[in-house]
């Protein structure tokens, strides 16, 4: 597998003004609740009771939706999905793909300390509720 790389905020607001895609793995209701303009939802994991579950879905709806060399920049709360879903990409023939760590909210050290703020916190513009041809739910037709 191809070696991962992982940007900043600041460096994937960049990669989307030269034309990338914005994946965002996070849920639905996270999604919702803001994200990068133009972003797409397609989460890695589903919340199930109690727990979050694998989305069994993520790979069939990411190769449906886009080509193999696709430039995505992929993104979640805090640059762990985000990256899990980089490298699952790159595993499955992906050849652009970046994992834009710190994620929406930012990278935590371990006792839950912000070391590097994500989207929302560096001003960067952000864009709420479910946009048409790019929620969760569009994003899943497109594997039927």
Known sequence: MANLTRISPQEASEKLAEGWTYVDVRTVEEFEAGHPPGAVNVPIALAAPGRMMPNADFLPVMA????????????????????????????????????????????????????EPGWSRVGLEVEQGSPSGRSWEEMRKKAD
């Open 64 to 115: 449906a939706a886009f080509p193999k060399d696709a430039k995505i920049v992929v993104g979640c709360k805090a640059g762990g999905r985000s990256m899990r879903a980089a490298q699952e990409l790159l595993g499955a023939g992906f050849t652009n793909v970046v994992d834009q760590r710190a994620g929406w909210d930012g990278a935590r050290d371990p006792f839950g300390q912000i070391v």
